[in-house]
């Protein structure tokens, strides 16, 4: 049982290039997290969905986009990176209820 | 909004008892989850409380105060692995079940 997978989970982008981070679970999970974490600050949502086809803005959403064609995936794009983009990227998953999220390894996502 | 404090860093020796506070401030409350997350790994579930009370898990206990917006997690006989950043997520009022995190805390377990 993978749980939640992402990749790549090393990344180094020139400013203004674009990408796409992909989140995979297998737990048959409603909702799925992206989150970004930087030294000091803790897990800042970007964006969440809590359904196939749905999307919805987090805590920083800005310079982000995501999609959630399928319910095991969820995507999230950087459409022209910035320096202040150069985070550590975290995926999660849960269901309803008193579930704790499942957490993916991280993608390190430098940006020069 | 919500409003979660924790403090930045805690050091204990090994083999002493460490008690690892979080203060929150929400609007409505459906739960508060601790995590532990080791240096460049992905964080990973320790205890949840939704009710006022002591949950106790081996070596680990979490407690809430709902009327005090106060949770603690105490770790027992630690050990030098138990060194990790411990977070402290709060779940608000709501359908989305979206937790807010706090910044964690960074403790340290010497020899």
């Known amino acids: 049982n993978a749980g939640v997978t992402q990749t790549p989970k090393f990344r180094v982008l020139k400013t203004g290039q674009s990408m796409t981070l992909l989140c995979a679970q297998d737990m048959n999970h409603e909702y799925m997290y992206w989150y970004r974490q930087d030294p000091g600050m803790g897990l800042r949502l970007i964006h969440y969905?809590?359904?196939?086809?749905?999307?919805a803005k987090g805590e920083v959403p800005d310079g982000y986009n995501v999609s959630r064609l399928k319910k095991q995936n969820f995507l999230l794009g950087l459409e022209s990176a910035a320096p202040s983009q150069t985070s550590v990227y975290f995926c999660?998953?849960?269901?309803?209820?008193?579930?704790?999220?499942?957490f993916g390894d991280g993608t390190r996502l430098s940006i020069l | 909004g919500q409003n979660i404090d924790q403090p930045t860093e805690m050091t204990a020796t090994e083999g002493a008892i460490v008690q690892i506070n979080c203060t929150y401030q929400t609007s409505g409350f459906n739960g508060l989850f601790w995590y532990q997350q080791h240096a460049g790994e992905a964080p990973t579930f320790l205890s949840y409380?939704?009710?006022?009370g002591l949950e106790e898990k081996g070596r680990f206990s979490s407690f809430l105060s709902r009327s005090k917006g106060y949770s603690y997690l105490l770790l027992k006989e630690l050990q030098m692995k138990d060194s990790a950043s411990y977070l402290c997520a709060v779940r608000g009022a709501g359908g989305s079940y979206i937790p807010t995190f706090g910044r964690g805390t960074s403790l340290i377990v010497h020899p």
């Open positions: 999660a998953s849960t269901n309803r209820g008193n579930q704790p999220q499942h």
């Open positions: 409380n939704v009710l006022d």
């Open positions: 969905s809590v359904g196939e086809g749905t999307t």
